[in-house]
């Protein structure tokens, strides 16, 4: 059968690779002679790195290896032994294939060259029509040489593409996803242990790239060069700094293709990009790779369930666990108090799995995974401690425990509410130096929401009209109402905590009720002058005026 298919995209030989046995043999001056493939019908993949049309009895001695050798077939030895010692030294020296014509000596290949190659693994081609050599030379050796010109353009541009991103100080993220976009391939940047700290998927999913990664990762033992080794045919580089091994890079095999120069190059200089990004950005990366995977997790930018999942058992997190968010607002000063490393090393010596980053500026984020029959409240103390040792004015608030990694989101959502509603100097609770939802009061609420015009507009309407005969007449008639509102009625409580006499409160109830057009003895409307004067109170504490 004639063998001689065209790649997919009608290109005789991808750019920047050697051709193939098949791409020359697909070329319309070779194609012309019927080319039929006797022997080594699986070996069609072999690179073609030169044509030498030979009629001697020795041809090996002119050869290097990868030459398709062209032969009339005139100079073939007669006899078998002969004939076995021609494919012998064609086949030690590394030929490609021997090409022979059956025009003039021969019609069928003799039995004991196609036995020979056959036993060899040497392909074998027979060409039925007369082909000019010369002109298969001149067009073989072109392509090749254009091959090779290509693969030097697109090698220079690789390496100006990484020395710019050296020279603007690229992140390992960056430097990773150029990767990736540069050899099309999935790219993984991890850590000795086989944590996984950036992965940049191209043509697959995470959960496809990182699913069970520290199994796979040991399974392709770390060489110390750039190589294509394990069970899958992993292309990896190792990563150095300051003269020492940190890590490796994987670049992942796509479906039906293998590994070229350029992907070689591409590793290599990722590798070489991230030596100096290393020295660039003091910040290790293992806790950058816990900033990206909590943003993620807290924002749920994840693609899916099965992804995020992926990534975080990649980095050394259970994924069947519960789960719960702690985030600290490190107060004034705090930012310098560098609690993130701190943090990490305190979870790490009490043996927590956990993720621990920067949320936002001035927000650490703490993803807290447990065994089912481990309370969780413990450590979160352990946490609030250690950060309030840092930082004293800190903040700390917890969500709510999920069950699944994914719902993680919710127990973010929650931490976060916990520190809006929390203001600065709010006093712990006597058991424990965090701060949680059922913490949250009225007052509390209302500290949360002080932003909201309609809370502001709310508060305006009910106490505005008693706020401004206080100011034009110095009375003190809004802090009467706080002692009734507070005394739930009382009004007996209510004076003697105003230091008033009884007639005098009543007084100034009835002034208050004329004045806010209300009546007081109506626990409706005590429920919304308490809500307005909590706010009231609130939001004068947040420009620093005298509470009421």
Request: charged residues 25%; aromatic residues 4%; glycine residues 8%.
């Amino acid at each position: 059968m004639n063998q001689h298919p065209p790649t997919a995209d009608g290109d005789p030989a991808p750019a920047g690779r050697a051709p193939t046995l098949a791409d020359v043999l697909a070329l319309p001056v070779l194609a012309a002679g019927q080319p039929q493939v006797v022997t080594g019908l699986a070996q069609l993949d072999r690179p073609v790195r030169w044509v030498h049309i030979t009629e001697l009895t020795d041809p090996a001695s002119f050869l290097k290896g990868g030459e398709l050798v062209l032969t009339t077939g005139m100079p073939l030895p007669e006899d078998a032994a002969g004939v076995r010692r021609y494919v012998d030294e064609l086949t030690e020296v590394g030929a490609a294939a021997l090409v022979i014509e059956l025009v003039r000596r021969y019609h069928r290949p003799p039995d004991a060259l196609v036995q020979a190659c056959r036993a060899r693994g040497l392909p074998l081609v027979t060409l039925a029509r007369d082909v000019n050599f010369l002109e298969v030379t001149q067009v073989v050796h072109a392509l090749i040489l254009g091959n090779q010109a290509d693969a030097m353009r697109r090698t220079q541009r690789i390496h100006e593409a990484f020395t710019a991103l050296t020279l603007r100080g690229a992140g390992p993220q960056e430097v990773v996803r150029a990767a990736a976009e540069m050899s099309g391939r999935t790219v993984v940047l991890e850590n000795l242990v086989h944590q996984a700290l950036i992965c940049e998927p191209s043509g697959s999913t995470v959960e496809e790239a990182l699913g069970d990664w520290e199994r796979r990762s040991r399974a392709a033992e770390p060489g110390d060069r750039t190589e294509v080794g394990g069970p899958e045919g992993w292309l990896t580089a190792p990563v150095s700094y300051q003269g020492e091994r940190w890590g490796r890079l994987a670049m992942l095999p796509a479906a039906g293709a293998s590994f070229g120069p350029e992907h070689v190059t591409v590793l290599e200089r990722t590798a070489m990009a991230l030596t100096v990004a290393r020295l660039i950005h003091s910040t290790p990366w293992e806790h950058t790779a816990h900033r990206t995977v909590l943003r993620e997790l807290a924002e749920q930018r994840h693609h899916s369930a099965e992804d995020v999942r992926a990534r975080c058992a990649a980095l050394g997190l259970p994924t069947e666990a519960v789960f719960v968010a702690v985030l600290v607002d490190p107060g004034p000063g705090g930012e310098d108090a560098e609690p993130e490393a701190q943090l990490h090393r305190e979870l790490r010596s009490a043996g927590v799995p956990a993720l621990v980053g920067e949320l936002s500026p001035g927000r650490l984020g703490v993803l807290l995974a447990l065994r089912p029959d481990r309370p969780w409240r413990p450590v979160a103390e352990r946490l609030s401690r250690t950060a309030l040792a840092l930082a004293p004015e800190a903040i700390i608030g917890a969500g709510s425990e999920v069950a699944d990694l994914a719902d993680s989101a919710r127990s973010f959502r929650e931490a976060a509410r916990v520190i809006e509603a929390t203001p600065p100097g709010q006093a712990l609770p006597a058991d424990r130096s965090f701060h949680e939802l059922p913490d949250i009061d009225l007052r509390r609420l209302l500290y949360a929401l002080r932003e909201d015009t309609r809370i502001q507009d709310y508060t305006e309407r009910r106490l505005s009209r008693l706020v401004d005969h206080d100011t034009r007449h110095g009375t003190d008639l809004l802090a009467t109402l706080g002692h009734y509102l507070d005394a739930a009625g009382n009004k007996t409580t209510a004076a003697r905590r105003g230091g008033l006499s009884r007639e005098t409160m009543y007084q100034r109830l009835r002034t208050i009720e004329r004045l806010l057009d209300t009546d007081l003895e109506s626990g409706d409307r005590r429920t919304e002058l308490h809500v307005a004067l909590t706010a009231l109170r609130v939001l004068r504490a947040g420009r620093g005026a005298r509470p009421l």
